[in-house]
């Protein structure tokens, strides 16, 4: 398979007797790919170990390491443990500290992304935490001493100027990598992160071409990469960044991979092509002739007892590991070991291990598994609460047992299997307290990390493992210890763009909740999980989610419990996503009068559904109802919640568009003023509600047509949206259709354009092509089209408006009556009468039926299929409909109105070619005399039909 053209105490898992095989074989795929880089040849090369765990693969892959020292005269190699972090980000960026610390590798394409990647989910990488970040970054910290911070807009511009400058770090290799900085900068938050691998390669590349013997990167403990129990998302596909098309693997010459893990490498599933790259390994146990030297040499002289052993532990490495430490043990309490001693099984075996030793070390072990992975100052923090008279020199022997391992970055990890045995048989009052104290840190943790730090997701997750652990067997306690502890960092991960982390968080929990289908937990964590998805913006599944949440907690609670409610508003949000009005207006309604009800007007969950009712109401034209539903929600909150919870922020907020609905724009204004200044204040300048709170205020700006205003906070929303969620996330494409609607107002047609074809390309794969919002865009660009006279593209793009409201709005809605009239406008001057004349008459009696006789876009749909049949000669037809659009126009506008006078007018030249002479004379006389009223006695246009009507008569 090509490269992609872009001192210690004796142990049984340190004998390798039996492992001449596997090692032999990493020499021989080293000494194979030493001479592909010496004829320049450059494929994959994928070695892999996999066998039980316990079985040796991390001390063979440590072995492998200390051969290359003793063989080598510069080895090159690095070590990871998947153990420690299984995120792509975290794994890429200490495999890049590593490399830079031990290979003098530089990374600053990567580094560059990561950079950008962090500003663009709201994480600041320019806070005074993280300058020792930066510190680790040569290539960074001298861009950001020359440039200053650099922009999330405009990055690839600054980044290429200072390199055409001549600044050493950056000369050249930039320079050769214009495509990648450009695409760091215009790419969403999603799709960059899907780069970063890209980017991590083309440095390594670059970095390896100065090498002439091959790199060897180890990773050990794959299953937690891919761990195929998973709940979320596709298990298999987590290690697309290292194995994929674009991944690590196929796209970095010069690189040994050696994987060790449970199971098989499964990757041929995806590509055959793997076939040919990789070399998989069995591991077995050690024979028993290698069990009986090695447990012979630890000084077990009965031979009858050795056999017994071996039988126990069928010769696997972790296990004698664990029989030599309880042999020992009980030669140094006089007692004679006895085979009945270790147990009868390996379960027995770790549980008898545990229960020999003295209480203080079998306490500090207990705290151990419940952690699972810690480092020293954790258990510093939790166990001195939790085991009386905590000694740290007993922490340290605790530490040298053979099933404790530790990183290369000071962390421990205790072995999977020993971990789970020894937190199974830990006693309940003891776990409870470790699981209660270790809660407690790392809430903390959240509250004073910031969402940059790796410590903040690390924290996250072990608030979930200590929920889990400290309510297990109650799920209703544990749903509680999630609202208390879990939810609210959960939404600020989501809503900061940290999509990858609040996966990553709730995975445990939706694993669990599997476990009990059905039940209050399992539907209200489906509930959290909706309220994630559509933070990232995956609005189908986000609805998918609270659709199982909703229906499992109708059937286990009731319609009308307060979880369900809840979990009702979540489903709600997510059909209003995707446009499904009706059925978020009919949930609204049950929602709010069931709460009402129930719980009483000044209950807050009444209070929420009151103004979520309200919106509802305003998307159906009920604005004097919204607005005033609104008003009495306020009213309440402001009582209930005071100025500044976001629940009352949410409907003050609703309330800027609700006054303006119906005219009172002063006042809109004024509110939208307060509501922006209380959530800059409360949430910053970047957060969500402030940016909508901004969106408001332009939109009561264009309403006072204020353009240049609203122009400048259009332009501002989209940038910070761009930053933070990227330029392809659905909230950031309404930013940039918001904006190129208001250049429309203002006539900037040739802008606004690109931007309504950026905003339906985005749309159309984020949405579908029938997705309402996709629909309306798809209109825009249409009318965009026809004003800048490309009739026949603008005729398309009405035709794909018009069949696809007709589908999702329904033939009679009034967005698909107009967009089929102005279908049939753009036909009519194209001169192609006869396709535009059915379209007319759809229009005109849709319009009829649904809007009445005097609405105005019934008077106009008249009048233009009148225009339609006097133009194919059908006077007779034309006629009668003149005269319903004048008399409709003469009862709603009034005798002096431009719509009047323009439709009078031509009545009377229908009249005048049907030889009507006497209705002719009277409709001109008629069109005089509104003209003048209405442009003036004098004024050219008023001249000019009365000088065109003595003509005609």
Not at 585 to 600: N, P
Not at 825 to 831: A, H, K
Request: charge should be negative; glycine fraction near 6%; hydrophobic fraction near 40%.
């Amino acid at each position: 398979m090509k490269i992609r053209t872009k001192k210690t105490q004796l142990k049984a898992s340190r004998i390798f007797t039996d492992r001449e095989e596997p090692r032999a074989a990493f020499w021989q795929q080293y000494q194979r790919l030493q001479q592909e880089l010496e004829q320049e040849e450059a494929n994959v090369h994928v070695l892999t170990y996999y066998g039980i765990g316990g079985i040796g693969k991390s001390s063979l892959l440590k072995k492998i390491m200390e051969e290359m020292e003793e063989r080598l005269d510069d080895p090159a190699c690095v070590y990871f443990d998947f153990n420690l972090q299984q995120e792509c980000r975290a794994v890429l960026e200490a495999l890049k500290n590593k490399l830079s610390a031990e290979c003098q590798f530089e990374f600053p394409l990567y580094e560059l992304g990561a950079y950008i990647y962090a500003k663009k989910i709201g994480e600041n990488p320019d806070a005074p935490e993280a300058k020792p970040l930066l510190k680790k970054s040569p290539a960074l910290e001298l861009l950001l001493g020359i440039a200053g911070e650099i922009p999330v807009v405009g990055s690839a511009t600054k980044i290429l100027d200072l390199a055409e400058k001549g600044v050493a770090a950056f000369r050249g290799y930039l320079q050769d990598h214009r495509k990648e900085l450009r695409q760091i900068e215009y790419m969403e938050a999603e799709e960059l992160y899907a780069y970063l691998p890209t980017l991590f390669a083309e440095d390594m590349t670059h970095a390896l071409e100065k090498k002439s013997a091959p790199l060897v990167i180890l990773l050990d403990t794959y299953e937690r990469l891919v761990n195929e129990m998973s709940a979320t998302g596709e298990p298999l596909s987590k290690d697309l960044w290292l194995r994929g098309e674009d991944g690590l693997v196929q796209n970095i010459p010069g690189v040994l991979w050696v994987i060790a893990g449970r199971e098989k490498l499964k990757w041929v599933r995806f590509d055959t092509e793997w076939d040919e790259a990789l070399e998989q390994h069995l591991l077995g146990s050690l024979s028993s002739q290698d069990s009986d030297q090695f447990l012979l040499a630890a000084g077990v002289a009965d031979a009858a007892l050795r056999e017994g052993i071996y039988g126990l532990t069928a010769g696997t490495p972790v296990y004698l590991d664990l029989c030599v430490d309880q042999y020992r043990r009980l030669v140094e309490r006089d007692v004679e070991p006895k085979l009945e001693m270790f147990g009868r099984d390996t379960f027995e075996l770790i549980e008898r291990f545990a229960r020999y030793m003295d209480d203080a070390q079998k306490d500090i072990v207990y705290v151990l598994s419940c952690m699972g992975h810690w480092n020293d100052s954790e258990i510093a923090a939790i166990a001195q609460p939790v085991v009386p008279g905590f000694s740290i020199t007993t922490y340290e022997k605790v530490k040298g047992l053979s099933f404790i391992t530790q990183s290369d970055d000071g962390d421990y990890n205790i072995h999977q299997t020993v971990g789970e045995v020894l937190l199974e048989s830990c006693p309940a009052l003891l776990r409870t307290r470790t699981a209660q104290v270790a809660l407690e840190y790392f809430s903390g943790v959240l509250q004073e990390a910031g969402l940059m730090e790796p410590r903040y997701a690390e924290a996250l997750r072990y608030c979930v493992r200590f929920c889990i652990m400290l309510h297990d067997g109650d799920d209703d306690a544990l749903w509680d210890a999630c609202v208390q502890y879990i939810c609210e960092p959960l939404r600020r991960v989501s809503l900061s763009g940290g999509f990858a982390q609040a996966e990553n968080a709730l995975e445990p929990l939706i694993r669990r909740a599997e476990e009990r289908p059905g039940t209050r937990f399992y539907g209200n964590i489906y509930a959290e999980y909706s309220r994630a998805l559509r933070a990232k913006g995956d609005f189908f599944a986000a609805l998918a989610a609270s659709e199982k949440a909703w229906n499992c907690l109708c059937a286990c609670l009731g319609k009308e419990h307060e979880d369900t409610l809840r979990c009702g508003f979540v489903h709600t949000c997510s059909l209003w996503e995707l446009g499904r009005h009706d059925e978020m207006m009919e949930l609204d309604t049950f929602i709010y009068e069931t709460s009402l009800r129930l719980l009483g007007e000044d209950h807050p969950d009444t209070l929420t559904a009151m103004r979520a009712l309200a919106l509802d109401y305003s998307n159906v034209d009920r604005d004097d109802e919204a607005l005033e539903l609104n008003t009495r929600a306020i009213e309440k909150m402001l009582r209930v919640h005071g100025t500044a919870h976001r629940e009352t922020l949410i409907a003050m907020a609703n309330q800027v568009n609700f006054l303006k609905y119906v005219g009172r724009t002063e006042e809109s204004l004024e509110m939208a003023d307060k509501v922006l200044a209380l959530r800059r204040e409360i949430y910053g300048d970047s957060h969500p509600d402030t940016l909508t709170s901004m969106a408001n205020k332009a939109g009561t700006l264009r309403s006072l047509n204020r353009y240049e205003e609203a122009l400048a906070l259009r332009r501002t929303i989209w940038e910070k949206r761009v930053e933070v969620l990227g330029e392809r996330h659905p909230r950031t494409l309404d930013s940039l259709s918001a904006m190129a609607n208001l250049l429309y107002d203002m006539d900037r047609c040739d802008e606004t354009l690109s931007m309504y074809r950026e905003v339906y390309a985005g749309r159309c794969e984020a949405l579908g092509e029938k997705h309402e919002k996709t629909l309306n865009t798809a209109n825009d660009i249409a009318y965009c089209l026809r004003d800048l006279g490309h009739r026949e593209e603008a005729a398309e793009y009405f035709r794909i408006t018009v069949e696809g409201r007709r589908e999702v709005l329904g033939p009679r809605h009034s967005k698909t009556l107009w967009s089929m009239n102005a279908w049939a406008g753009v036909l009519y001057g194209l001169d192609r009468y006869d396709e535009a004349l059915p379209l007319y008459e759809e229009a005109y009696a849709g319009f009829c039926e649904t809007k009445g006789r005097l609405d105005d876009k019934t008077i106009r749909a008249t009048e233009d299929l009148a225009d339609c049949l006097r133009m194919l000669k059908r006077r007779e037809e034309a006629l009668p409909l003149y005269r319903e659009a004048y008399e409709a126009c003469l009862e709603a506008k009034g005798e002096h109105h431009k719509t009047t006078a323009r439709i009078v007018n031509s009545l009377a030249y229908c009249c005048k070619a049907l030889g009507r002479k006497e209705e002719t004379e009277q409709y001109f006389r008629a069109t005089a005399e509104s003209f003048r009223v209405v442009y003036g006695e004098k004024s050219p246009t008023a001249l000019c039909v009365e000088r065109l009507g003595r003509r005609s008569l």
